[in-house]
Every structure is written in structure tokens, then in C-alpha cells.
């Protein structure tokens, strides 16, 4: 038998001269003359050469993750794209392809028509070990692929760097099987975290989009995540499988582009996610149409045609009754009004006339979804109205706002966005242009922001990720009908889980896994495939050192050169700030879409489905506190590390009782503050800047200054706002 040096030097061979040839590819891709007969079609394959050329895996990446031999000794090199020689001859074969399907699902129960299954592990394009499975020889160890093997345990170990990659050189059977999953279906993956939903989900569109490729381009398929960060954090995955051109977006991109950041407080939240909220606003929409006088008279060209209200009114019921977006029932009724128009001897082309634009504007306004909104919450009585028989009238006054006096100048909450895309629907209609939708963590989206993705499938296949266990906010769950309700119901719901969980190491899933009980009782664990290089770090201290203890340990993780998250509740944020300012840590803002940095600062909700080598969580009663479901969010929080885990707490590190009042936090006092005049502004959100306020001054100076500080900060929002006060009363330094 040959020695394992030979053998890896016999492999070496055959991955470099696939690399010879992916080069020459690449090479020609570059170098082929326009053999176009026309300019158009020159330019059209000069694009399809280079995006197959910026699709080709760079020079120095492995050309091939495993070898599959067949019982006929056929063999096969594995690998993210297909390399054929000068002579056509296959040297490597992708991996969405069935032979590369047999390869990850073979297993001593199934061994897909394989002999061996050879996964090698490979630094740049140099092998530098490789492990066999030789079915035959395997009768006792039925314990099947899905567990873990050992080229995934050495993967999993690697660092992290803000980017999520893709894991073709390490796929496992049951995830592939999802993977390939028939297109047909709304599929549910579900799992706890750190099984690979998400992993899962990009590569199944990778093989969808290979597989199906005559019926599904990169354009056809839309990917929605749950914020900015998070997109962020996937977004280079399909490229890196070479599937450019796919829609990736958070769920707050969808609808109308407005301005955002109004808060809101939960019950409007709750209520604006509601479905319930479709029908008021369709409602509301039909309200605006108007009713003619009992005679309209027009002038055209010095002469006067009057139309009766009674005829005017049926073509209005008319178009009201005839179906389609408002906006093209109106173009129905404007074709209507012109042809009573030319019936009583008017202008043939009365469509286009001011009169007849005017008698249309006033029964049947034109308005953009901003604008329509708008005047609906700013409207006690139109509300009320379009409530009837579907809301209260306390819920319908919890909606009412006043609008800003310019629609330029409207600020929106996140809550409105869903609606505005609904309200877009029922004026223009939308085009359900996408054959395939991915969902990520879809367990905590409202109706309203199921619909506004239902809407967009025109053929409801979808893929849907997440977990119940993690499910938290307005909108927590604990079933998935209750988000599969709101989705098309063209094809079969199958709801399919991941078992083993990748990310987490033993030690911390040890300790998160104590919330579950609690947090989500129905919820089976994951099973954990490795250990961690250190127990979690569980650090008490008194409030006021918090925020010094995190910086400390934050720095510690990165001189050790690891990706660094802390995972902070509100409660915390500014003293932790300050305290990151105050010892030269900069740090990356998830909330602002930044993931780049070495360290970032997350909040619970912002942590889902992102994972670093080292996480510090701060101050877990806050955590709870923060959510209704609590435990789930702070279960998240614990969730997200590779490898290192740092507790800091004043309070109970790992709280398992109902939430408690957040140690150390300043009671609200809602008392002295009158409402603002500014629409925009919530007294939450005041009480929320003064407690952030109060952390920050009484953090960075002693009790004895706080005067001084609260007079220099008045003095300098006079300055700002331009405002006069008594001289001498304030001073700067
Ligand atoms: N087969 C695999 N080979 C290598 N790495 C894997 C594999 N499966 C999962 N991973 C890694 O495990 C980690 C967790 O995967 P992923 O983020 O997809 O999990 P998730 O189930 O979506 O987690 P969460 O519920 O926290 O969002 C990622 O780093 C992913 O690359």
C-alpha cells in the first residue's frame, strides 16, 4: 500500500494541474476576440465572460474539498466549480451537482453508490492531509454523517473575521439534504443556534440557482435578513459560491424609501404589526374616493358639458367595483369620464383636459403611500372610520399622530414601514417578481412584515430560517403556523430541523442551555459537537466598575488578536460607551450596519444570528428585562461566540427567575416633562435620553461636579438651539 506522503503527493498532482487549468480559463475568458456578429451581442458576451471569469475561484483557493469514489472506480474530485482540461476532460466537479450531492449525503446507511469518500484538508491549493471513508469497512460505525467529522471540527476552530464564508469544503448530510430540498415547498428550517440555518439557506440558493438554471436566475431570488448588520455579515457568501446578482436586504428596506427613526412606543408597535392593520388601511383608501355634484359642469374651448351626478356616480361605482390597484381603477374612471365627455359632443381627446383631470382629482385623488399615511394617522376621524368593526376606538386613537406640517419632513418608525408598503400595494400593486424568497430569523416578524414579503413571491416557494427559542419582541412566537399563516399558501409547509449545533462550544451551550426550561419549554436542545478552550468567565462586580470590567476584558480579547462582540443591553449602553471611549477602544456599531471592526458593540435584539471568536455579555437581568421574552433574548446573547464567553454582572449572571427591576437603573420620571411639540418624539424616548444622560455624567465625573456639568451642558444646548438666557447664569471654561 502506498504511503500517505506518497498518496498526497499523487493528489498534489492532480489539484495542481486543475489549477493549471482553471488559470488557462481564466485566462481565455480574458483574452477571447468579440466573435459577435453585432455590437450588441459583442458586448453581451463580453459581460458573460467576465462575470464567469469573476466567478472563477481566485488563484490561490483550493480547486477541490474531497475525492468521491464509485463502486465502478470511477473517481471524482469534488470541488465549488467545474474544471475540464484543454481536452474536455473533467478534472474537478461542482458541488451542486448529483455526483457532488452523493458525495455529502453518502453514509454507512446510504453510501450513494460510493466505495470511498475522501475529504481533504488544504492550506491555499496545497494538501496537507486528507481522511477516508471506506464504506465497505464500516458496517460498525453507523453513527452517519450528520454528526460531525473531523475536517468540520478543524473548520469550525478557525477565527472569525465579521464575514460570514461559505462552508463547501465541510458540508454535512442533513444539511445538504435541505440544501436540495425540492424548490415546490415553503420550507421551515428551524434549529437551535449555530446549526447552520443560515449557512444552509445561502447554499441552498446556490444549488437551486445551478439546478434550476434554466427557470431561476440570480434576479429571481431575494434574500431578506432581519437588519443592516446582519446583511452585511452574509452578503459575500453566494459570490463566493459564484452566484452574483442576488437581492439581499433587510426586512426595513422593503417599501417606499423614507426617512426613519421615530419611536414608538410597544402597544402602537404591536398593533401596527397586526394584519388586522390591512384591512383598516384598504378600508381607509376606498374612503378617500369621493362622491360627484348632483350636476358637474365643464367649459371646453368656451363651451359648457354638464354631466349628471346620478351618471358620474355609476361610472365611479364602476371603477370602484372593478378590481386592480386604486391607481389604475382611477385610470379606468378618467377613460370613463372622457367618453361621457365626448358623448354630449365634447373633445375627442378629453382624457388629457384640464376639466376632466380636475373632476377625476377631486373624486378620485392621486396620493403617494407617504403621503395617504400621512393624513390618515394625523386624522382622529378618518381613523375612527376606517376602524369600524375592526378595532376599538382606544386602539384606533392609539394610532393617531400628529403629522409633521411637510411630508419632506415626516419621520418614520419602523412599525410604519410594512404599512407603507401595503398602502403602496393598494395604490400601484406590486409586482410578486421574485420565483424563490429566503427569510432569515422569520420568527420575530409581525404580519404586517409577512405580508409585505408574501407579496413580492409569485409563486410562494420560499425558504424560511429561524428559531422559536429565539423568538422575541412584539411578535415572540411559539408556533410556526403562526408565521406560515401570513405567508402564500400555494405549496406545502414542511418544517425541517438542524440538530447539531456548530458554533457554540459545550461549555457555554452548558450554560445558556439552563434558560431554556424557562425560556422555551417545547424547544428540543441542539446536540453540541465540540468543546470550547475555556469554561465562561463569570465576573460580579459592583455597578459603578461594570463598564470598566468589560473594557478589560474586551481589550484582553483583542490583544489576543480575536473578532470581539459585546452584547449590551440599553440599560448599560452609555456607561459603556463612555467607558470604551474613555480606555482609546474604538468599536463598530451594529446598529449602524458596522460589523468591520475588531470590537463591536451589539444590543440583544441586534446580536441574532451574528457570531464572534470572543463575546462579553453585560449585565444579564438588564437583558431580561428588556424583552418580554427575556430568557430568549438573553439565551441569544449567550449563544454567540465560537469559542470565548465573558460574563459581567451587578446582578445575577445567569437570572433564572421572572425579570427583576434593572440594578442600578434610575427610576423614570415622567412627571416634569411636558409633551413636546414635536410629533416626532416620544416621552419614552425622552425618559430613555435622560436615563442615558445620567449614566454617562454620573460614570465619567464624581457627585460633587454634576452641577457644573448639567450647567455647562444647558449652556451648550442654548448655543446649539440659539436661545437666550439670563447672561452669567451659565459659562463655558
Ligand atoms: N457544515 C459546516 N461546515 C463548517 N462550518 C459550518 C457548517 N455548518 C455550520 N457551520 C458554521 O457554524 C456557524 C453557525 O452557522 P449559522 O450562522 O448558519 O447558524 P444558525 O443556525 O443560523 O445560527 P443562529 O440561530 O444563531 O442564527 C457558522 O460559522 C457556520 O459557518
Same mark, same amino acid.
Given at each position: #500500500?502506498? @504511503? ?88 474537478? =466537479?461542482?458541488?451542486? @451537482? ?60 478557525? &477565527? ?16 445538504? +439534504?435541505? #440544501? ?65 446578482? /442576488? ?29 388586522? #392593520? ?62 361621457? $365627455? ?16 380636475? !373632476? ?7 396620493? @403617494? ?42 419621520? *418614520? ?13 393598494? !395604490? ?33 416557494? #420560499?425558504?424560511? $430560517? ?8 412584539? *411578535?415572540?412566537?411559539?408556533? *410556526?403556523?403562526? =408565521? ?9 409547509? =414542511? ?10 462550544? +459545550? ?24 468543546? &470550547? ?46 467607558? !470604551? ?33 470572543? /463575546? ?19 439565551? $441569544? ?9 465573558? =460574563? ?36 419614552? /424616548? ?12 454620573? &460614570? ?8 457644573? $456639568? ?10 446649539? @438651539? ?12
Amino acid at each position: #500500500m502506498e @504511503s500517505k506522503a506518497a498518496e498526497i503527493a499523487a493528489e498534489q498532482q492532480h489539484f495542481d494541474l486543475a489549477r493549471k487549468h482553471r488559470e488557462r480559463i481564466r485566462a481565455e475568458l480574458g483574452e477571447a476576440p468579440d466573435a459577435a456578429a453585432n455590437p450588441g451581442a459583442g458586448r453581451w458576451l463580453a459581460n458573460f465572460r467576465r462575470n464567469r471569469r469573476d466567478n472563477l475561484a481566485a488563484p490561490e483557493q483550493q480547486v477541490a474539498v474531497g475525492r468521491a469514489d464509485l463502486d465502478d472506480d470511477e473517481r471524482y474530485y469534488i470541488g465549488r466549480e467545474t474544471i475540464l482540461d484543454d481536452q474536455r476532460q473533467v478534472l474537478v =466537479v461542482n458541488w451542486q @451537482s448529483d455526483l457532488g450531492r452523493r458525495y455529502f449525503e453518502a453514509s454507512p446507511d446510504d453510501p450513494q453508490g460510493l466505495s470511498l469518500k475522501r475529504t481533504f484538508t488544504v492550506e491555499a491549493n496545497r494538501i496537507v492531509d486528507f481522511a477516508d471513508l471506506v464504506f465497505a469497512q464500516l458496517v460498525e460505525a453507523i453513527e452517519a454523517l450528520d454528526g460531525p467529522d473531523g475536517a468540520l471540527l478543524a473548520e469550525l476552530n478557525r &477565527g472569525r473575521t465579521g464575514a460570514m464564508q461559505d462552508i463547501v469544503a465541510t458540508i454535512q448530510a442533513a444539511q445538504y +439534504r435541505l #440544501m436540495r430540498f425540492p424548490l415546490e415547498h415553503l420550507l421551515v428550517i428551524e434549529g437551535g443556534p449555530g446549526t447552520g440555518k443560515t449557512a444552509v439557506a445561502l447554499h441552498r440558493v446556490s444549488w437551486l440557482l445551478y439546478n434550476h438554471r434554466d427557470t431561476l436566475r440570480p434576479r429571481d431570488v431575494l434574500i431578506v435578513g432581519p437588519h443592516p448588520a446582519f446583511t452585511r455579515y452574509i452578503r459575500g457568501v453566494l459570490p463566493s459560491l459564484g452566484d452574483e446578482g /442576488v437581492e439581499q436586504v433587510d426586512i426595513d428596506q422593503l417599501g417606499p424609501p423614507v426617512q426613519r427613526g421615530r419611536q414608538e412606543d410597544a402597544p402602537v408597535r404591536r398593533l401596527k404589526g397586526e394584519a388586522r #392593520m390591512a384591512r383598516l388601511l384598504a378600508r381607509a383608501l376606498e374612503a378617500r374616493i369621493g362622491a360627484p355634484e348632483p350636476a358637474e359642469r365643464m367649459l371646453f374651448d368656451g363651451r359648457f358639458i354638464t354631466l349628471t351626478g346620478a351618471e358620474v356616480a355609476a361610472a365611479v361605482a364602476a371603477a370602484r367595483e372593478s378590481g386592480g390597484p386604486y391607481a389604475v381603477r382611477r385610470q379606468r374612471l378618467r377613460a370613463a369620464l372622457a367618453q361621457l $365627455v365626448r358623448d354630449r359632443g365634447g373633445p375627442a381627446e378629453a382624457e388629457r383636459l384640464p376639466p376632466v383631470e380636475n !373632476l377625476l382629482e377631486r373624486l378620485w385623488p392621486l396620493q @403617494s403611500a407617504a403621503a395617504f399615511l400621512r393624513n390618515l394617522l394625523g386624522s382622529r376621524r378618518r381613523l375612527l372610520a376606517a376602524a369600524e368593526g375592526e378595532m376599538s376606538e382606544q386602539e384606533a386613537a392609539l394610532l393617531y399622530r400628529r403629522g409633521a406640517d411637510r411630508l419632506s419632513e415626516q419621520v *418614520w418608525s419602523a412599525a410604519d414601514g410594512p404599512l407603507l408598503d401595503e398602502v403602496d400595494d393598494l !395604490l400601484n400593486g406590486t409586482a410578486g417578481r421574485y420565483r424563490h424568497i429566503v427569510v432569515d430569523e422569520v420568527q420575530d416578524l409581525s404580519p404586517m412584515q409577512l405580508r409585505a414579503i408574501a407579496r413580492r413571491s409569485s409563486t410562494g416557494s #420560499m425558504t424560511i $430560517v429561524g428559531d422559536l427559542a429565539q423568538s422575541t419582541g412584539a *411578535w415572540a412566537r411559539d408556533r *410556526w403556523e403562526e =408565521v406560515t399563516e401570513h405567508l402564500p399558501q400555494t405549496h406545502q409547509v =414542511v418544517v425541517a430541523g438542524l440538530r447539531y449545533g456548530y458554533r457554540v462550544p +459545550r461549555q457555554v451551550y452548558e450554560l445558556a442551555a439552563k434558560l431554556l426550561p424557562l425560556a422555551a419549554p417545547g424547544v428540543e436542545p441542539a446536540t453540541i459537537v465540540r468543546d &470550547g478552550p475555556a469554561d465562561p468567565g463569570i465576573h460580579v462586580v459592583e455597578a459603578g466598575e461594570r463598564a470598566g470590567r468589560v473594557a478589560q476584558i474586551a481589550r484582553d480579547h483583542l490583544e489576543a488578536q480575536r473578532f470581539v462582540g459585546i452584547v449590551c443591553p440599553a440599560a448599560c449602553r452609555a456607561e459603556l460607551e463612555f467607558a !470604551l471611549a474613555a480606555n482609546d477602544l474604538p468599536w463598530g456599531r451594529a446598529d449602524q450596519g458596522e460589523l468591520d471592526r475588531a470590537l463591536n458593540l451589539v444590543s440583544p435584539q441586534e446580536a441574532k444570528g451574528l457570531e464572534f471568536d470572543a /463575546v462579553v455579555v453585560v449585565e444579564p437581568e438588564a437583558i431580561v428585562a428588556e424583552d418580554p421574552r427575556g430568557h430568549r433574548l438573553l439565551f $441569544v446573547a449567550l449563544t454567540r461566540t465560537i469559542r470565548y464567553l465573558d =460574563v459581567v454582572a451587578s446582578g445575577d449572571a445567569l437570572p433564572l427567575e421572572a425579570p427583576q427591576p434593572v440594578p442600578g437603573r434610575i427610576p423614570r420620571q415622567r412627571t416634569v416633562v411636558e409633551p413636546d411639540p414635536d410629533p416626532t418624539v416620544e416621552l419614552s /424616548v425622552l425618559d430613555r435620553l435622560a436615563e442615558d444622560l445620567t449614566a454617562m455624567i454620573a &460614570g465619567g465625573s464624581p457627585p460633587a461636579m454634576w452641577d457644573e $456639568v448639567l450647567q455647562r451642558t444647558a449652556a451648550l444646548l442654548d448655543e446649539r @438651539s440659539g436661545r437666550e438666557r439670563p447672561k452669567g447664569r451659565h459659562h463655558r471654561a
